[in-house]
């Protein structure tokens, strides 16, 4: 069984460009969510979908990080425009029960902006 | 403060025990966890604790919670190399997402 895969696994752009990351959850997991580590920092929460649905989006930075998850199969992260402070490594979690105990992390994408 | 803290750094030699520390500031905790991340892959969830247990264990791997101090640990028996890692502790309450500490690198002497 594939676990959480997510593109690309490196991205460096520069500030003021776009970027998107994207997340395929395991099949038949309709909880996926999206951290992010800052460099020296924890693992920050962003959001929670549970099918399409937003279930909780309190960890969102700013309204330039927009969250999708068109069918409810995979997500996609947009960071429209990138600034410096969004250099980290991106995590996407799924889990198939409400909640995290059973959550699978993906390798992460580290997102570098110069 | 921070919401989750723990170590940086913990050297231990090969074949002794680690024991990774971790406190936490939500008493509302339900669940506790260790995550580990070995270079280039993605978090691995190791174990994870009901806030209602003070202890789990699982093979090598021993957790105990004091939930009056809000202090988890993670002990490793038998400590290989393959164990070194950066050691997430984490936490949740009920259906929401993870708090994470900054991590624990956890260095193997031969």
Sequence with gaps: ?114 | GEDVEQSLFLSVREGDSSVINCTYTDSSSTYLYWYKQEPGAGLQLLTYIFSNMDMKQDQRLTVLLNKKDKHLSLRIADTQTGDSAIYFCAESILADGLTFGKGTHLIIQP
């Excluded at chain 1, 920050?44 to 979908?49: A, G, P, R």
């Excluded at chain 1, 402070?85 to 959550?103: H, K, L, M, P, R």
Aim: proline share 4%; glycine share 10%.
């Design chain 1, 1 to 114: 069984e594939a676990g959480v895969t997510q593109f690309p696994s490196h991205s460096v752009i520069e500030k003021g460009q776009t970027v998107t990351l994207r997340c395929d959850p395991i099949s038949g997991h309709d909880n996926l969510y999206w951290y992010r580590r800052v460099m020296g920092k924890e693992i920050k929460f962003l959001l929670h979908f549970v099918k399409e649905s937003k279930q909780d989006e309190s960890g969102m930075p700013n309204n330039r990080f927009l969250a999708e998850r068109t069918g409810g199969t995979y997500s996609t992260l947009k960071v429209q425009p990138a600034e410096l402070e969004d250099s980290g490594v991106y995590f996407c979690a799924s889990s198939q029960v409400w909640g995290s105990t059973e959550a699978f992390f993906g390798q992460g994408t580290r997102l570098t902006v110069v």
